[in-house]
């Protein structure tokens, strides 16, 4: 409607209080009467106007002790005969009746039985819901009635296996269709929602297959991408870019070394953090290869990406599928950490939240505009319940229903703390080897900073991890765009000799060293090899390819966490592309010749990871532990001497000389074994990592 037409506004404000506006060209907004008429009885009844002010465009009325039956529809009308909707959209901002209308069950969404599916929307502040469900090629609306605590229902009778459906959502005069953002599936590109029989869905997860998680520390977290494991012209899977390419065996390079799963298996990792897989916005599903995206750029949470499954439009594919790649990764031992963009959506007016119950769920600043710490348009407001709720609720639903492990959480920042401590907890009863971590970044949303789920506030979440970027910074120097030439510890900086002293030993910056995601690289930003060719171009491609292998290396002995991004460990390159989130396949693949051209370097890679598996000693959990048994001394600041105690396993103490240096050192420890490097003339050499243990 065009704004010049509205006459009249009128809207509940509080569960017992309305203001009607007139605008100030209709009776100079003047009217000394006004009236309640319930649409579906046309009962109508004076109400009594309790204040009144005059702004330059509306006149504002105030009408208190209204008496309305929230079931119904209504129309006020004025003294001349004018008629207009009472909204209920702005009660989202009464606490009282949003606390009335809190639903606390667990059946929201479509619940399918052979006979009959039962349909559940929360809509507080909806004037009237209907669903459309098509059967026979043919879409039939049928109402859903008001029940409880602010939901819609309908049981429809009849088989609706596999069938479409959408919600039409009045809040004033006209309805629009919206997607069920607690449905399991959908058909391509979020055209419509997709009733499944869950029975049909319940495979093996393959838990039994995973050894317990005793502590934080044990894990090798690897992160990838479904759609750039298998999407590269040399690869050899026959589902390329699709969630059955992770997963499956057997795959072979065109020199014979294992790839895909086999690969993953084989290099040690213990997690694979898969980039997001639920449904995002700006790739076509039915014609995957014209578009790429990362998939931070949200669209449903609970439904799993179309473009990685063989069938967008049958709503069982997607989650079948997605649900056996993670079976499949967990019959061969490796736990999956689900990447979530709980901080935004793609599209606030396309979201079903907006549509549904407008306005709720997308954080305000004070002066009513959207908050936009995620630099995307809009952040979730997960302080609200029925927000907090859904995030929990879908958590739990991926933790359960398909065997996820775990969650990373991109910009946590803007979620609150409260919302990430109850997803960790409630996950963790469940599973005592989930693992929660994030991006701690402080994002500018309109949220209190001692509420955010960032890392200057991780002493309120002990259980919780964080991408310890001051460990990359120092380590390897600037990953981002301007700042790609300068140099960290291992890449050359001797100046932050003790400041990686202090990032090897996981006392930099949090309460405990399990809170700390030491990476050197991960999908954002330059790759090590782009970023080196940048800052160490004039070492030539060997001592690019030596700097990078000692930065894996180091990350992986370090204590704390560590964190490998795909094909880091053979020298990944996106072609000097650092935020390639839109990039062709040709720029985000791996390129599986790199696993060929470099194999000896992946073998040493994963004697590291084998060393790291093998002793406790690189794995503490403790700052005590940290303190009692590792000692990192500074040499002549070129050099870091890593010593390491335990009283378990094969060795019982290990000496890690760190030299980044041009400069050679003598060593002695005469009566140790040699495991990793080069010792020339009993000599440490130059821009090298020796490992020695006895």
């Excluded at 509080?14 to 008429?37: C, I, P, T, W």
């Excluded at 002990?462 to 120092?474: A, G, L, M, T, Y």
């Excluded at 981002?480 to 000799?497: A, C, P, R």
Aim: overall charge negative; glycine content about 6%.
């Amino acid at each position: 409607m065009e704004n010049s037409a509205v006459r009249m506004i009128a809207k509940m404000i509080l569960a017992n209080k309305m203001e009607v506006l007139l605008v100030r060209q209709y009776y100079d907004g003047n009217s000394d009467r006004f009236y309640l008429r319930n649409v579906l009885t046309g009962d109508l009844q004076e109400i009594m106007i309790s204040a009144k002010y005059v702004e330059e465009k509306y006149t504002h009325y105030f009408f208190d002790d209204v008496n309305i039956d929230f079931t119904q529809v209504y129309q006020v009308l004025d003294a001349y005969g004018l008629s207009e909707t009472l909204q209920y959209t702005p009660l989202i901002n009464d606490p009282e009746f949003m606390k009335v209308n809190y639903y606390d069950g667990h059946d929201l969404g479509s619940t399918y039985y052979p006979d009959y599916t039962v349909f559940k929307v929360w809509a507080p502040t909806a004037l009237e819901v209907k669903v459309m469900v098509k059967k026979n090629h043919e879409f039939i609306s049928y109402d859903m009635k008001r029940v409880e605590n602010g939901v819609f229902s309908l049981y429809l009778s009849g088989d609706y296996d596999n069938c479409e459906y959408l919600y039409q959502v009045r809040h004033h005069d006209s309805f629009i269709n919206a997607l069920d953002p607690y449905a399991y599936s959908s058909s391509a590109n979020g055209r419509s929602s997709i009733i499944i029989d869950l029975n049909k869905c319940m495979i093996d997860l393959n838990r039994q297959y995973l050894k317990p998680l005793k502590q934080k520390t044990d894990a090798i977290l690897y992160e990838l991408s479904v759609r750039d494991f298998t999407m590269y012209e040399n690869s050899p899977s026959k589902h390329k870019g699709k969630f059955l390419g992770v997963s499956e065996a057997g795959l072979i390079t065109k020199h014979g070394n294992n790839a895909g799963l086999d690969y993953l298996v084989n290099l040690g990792i213990t997690h694979v953090q898969l980039m997001p897989i639920f449904d995002f916005a700006t790739v076509d599903e039915n014609q995957p290869h014209l578009l790429y995206n990362w998939g931070y750029d949200p669209a449903q949470y609970n439904v799993p990406e179309g473009s990685y499954c063989s069938d967008p439009n049958d709503g069982y594919s997607r989650v079948l599928e997605c649900k056996e790649m993670i079976a499949r990764l967990h019959r061969h031992g490796l736990r999956v950490i689900m990447d979530v963009v709980y901080n935004h959506m793609y599209d606030v007016n396309a979201s079903p939240f907006e549509r549904i119950v407008p306005g709720y769920y997308f954080r305000k600043n004070m002066d009513g505009t959207l908050s936009n710490g995620s630099w995307c348009g809009n952040d979730l407001e997960s302080c609200n319940y029925m927000v907090r709720k859904y995030i929990i609720d879908m958590s739990r639903r991926w933790q359960s229903f398909y065997g996820v492990d775990g969650y990373r959480f991109d910009l946590m920042g803007i979620i609150d703390i409260e919302t990430i401590n109850q997803v960790y907890q409630i996950c963790h009863s469940y599973d005592k080897s989930f693992m929660v971590y994030g991006e701690g970044w402080n994002m500018p949303t309109s949220l209190p900073d001692d509420q955010k789920a960032m890392q200057f506030n991780h002493y309120k979440m002990p259980n919780i991890s964080f991408f310890n970027d001051e460990f990359r910074e120092v380590i390897k120097g600037g990953s981002s765009d301007g700042v790609l030439v300068n140099k960290g510890f291992i890449t050359g900086n001797l100046y932050e000799t003790e400041r990686a002293r202090n990032c090897i030993m996981a006392c930099n910056r949090y309460t405990s060293p399990d809170q700390s995601i030491n990476y050197v690289e991960c999908h954002d930003n330059a790759t090590i090899f782009d970023k080196l060719y940048i800052s160490n171009v004039e070492e030539g491609l060997n001592g690019i390819l030596e700097r990078q292998k000692n930065l894996t290396i180091v990350t992986l002995l370090s204590q704390g966490i560590p964190f490998i991004h795909a094909g880091q460990e053979f020298y990944r390159t996106k072609g000097g592309i650092g935020n390639s989130y839109n990039s062709p396949d040709n720029i985000n693949s791996i390129n599986w010749d790199f696993r060929d051209i470099y194999k000896d370097d992946v073998e040493d890679i994963k004697k590291i990871i084998q060393l790291r598996k093998n002793n406790k000693c690189f794995r503490y959990s403790t700052v005590e532990d940290i303190e009692k048994n590792i000692i990192v001394e500074n040499i002549d600041f070129k050099m870091l001497k890593y010593t390491l105690k335990q009283d378990e396993g094969e060795y019982q103490k290990f000496v890690i000389y760190i030299n980044p240096s041009n400069f050679t050192f003598d060593y002695d420890e005469t009566d140790y074994q040699l495991l990793y490097g080069l010792i020339t003339d009993s000599q440490i050499g130059a821009k090298t990592v020796v490992v020695l243990a006895k």
